[in-house]
């Protein structure tokens, strides 16, 4: 899940062309390209830490062939998407370069709103990267989207209480058990709330168990006997007593602070805990002594003796179709989430980079030290359904399996075939 912050910038410029003060006049700002020059106008991740500095090297790395200026964009998902298809279908020449989710790609491929790579870009944008974001910057085996970073999560634990890591669900499902026998701490932490959390959350288990929801092509739901396996894994949690009470409501704020309040003994969430429960450590007596008492480990195996395909997050940049500026940039994109820069976006802001050479970069291990259980996970790290009609069926999974203590196996599995594939053909209404 990526999660940008408003930001203002103040920018003069001699003259603004109509479409772009359409654009902005829709969202409150005026930022397209000016007469002095090729402005590169880049939406998305914009107003995340350290990010202006990114800008400014990128900048000066141009030398005057182009300047990119970094716009806003509401701090929700689905609002920022809003805003991407609202201006695209309107042909707005204001967006160049979109930091976009990387559920986005196949919906705004077939829109025709996202250009193809060239192969010499292809081949620039896919160096040293890691192949899972690479997928989720593909569409029907065309590259549309240069990755920028990437996200997996983790399972964050209290060693004072589990001094070894369980290596599966049902080994941390029966550690938490016995916790709760012996009166100690002993929930465990999950996006259990009717959004794109519990999605994650769902596909991670699916996935694991060899399980997807969509075939390649997006025309065919692929609800099988694995569905069914992971429904009947989630909804035991949900019924076990050791999830969180307020489970229908989790999203990762929640199991964040239910961690840091001592409240939970394991937590599936993503890498960002570390710096988090670092920061709040500072200010915070029991968030200190979480921090001194937490330790990080592998995703737990959904199937023992098969590590476990956890799904990605993350962002990748693509071109705008109605882009006046296409090369410059690509050449902007490739600035902006170069090897050096994603180590600062690392550092500064928590992004998990895509390339995996910054891995071996020792400030990146001091800062990460979880750097190589990342690295393993992510190299199996799974998208989620890949289909131009993603943000339907996600709707329709989270309404379809919330609440979790709700969910009936075989009768839930059913219920999604028949939401998935009537949205695949055209038919869905959404819940």
Known sequence: MEHTFLTVRSHKWRRVPAACLAGALAVGLVSCASDDGVVINVYGGTAAAGFDRIIASCNEAAGGRYRIVGN????????????????????????????????????????????????????????????????????????????????????????????????????MLEMAADLRDRGEIYEIGFTGARYEGLVVGFNTLLNSFGGDLVNEDSTEATIDETTVQALELLNRYARSGLASRSLSNAQEPEVFAEFQQGRSAFALNWPYVLSAMRSAAETDAQSRAVYEDMAFA????????????????GMNYAISTYSNHPDEAFDAAMCLRSPEHQLWAALDAGDVPANRTVYEDPEFQEAYPMYEILLEQLEIAVPRPKTPFYQNISTIVSSTLSPPAAIVPDRTADELRDRIQETLEGRGILP
Do not use: C
């Open 72 to 171: 806003l964009l509401p701090a929700d998902a689905d609002s920022q998407r809003e805003q991407f298809v609202r201006r695209l279908a309107s042909r707005d020449d204001g967006m160049d370069l979109l930091g976009m989710d990387v559920t986005w790609t196949a919906e705004f491929a077939e829109a025709g709103w996202i250009r193809e790579l060239t192969p010499e870009q292809a081949q620039l944008a896919t160096a040293d990267t890691l192949q899972p974001p690479i997928d989720t910057a593909t569409w029907q085996d065309v590259l549309y989207g240069i990755p920028k970073h990437t996200n997996v999560q983790l399972l964050w634990y209290r060693p004072s209480v589990v001094p070894e890591p369980p290596q599966t669900w049902d080994e």
């Open 298 to 313: 592998q995703y737990p195996e959904v199937v023992a003796g098969e590590d476990a395909r956890v799904t990605l997050g």
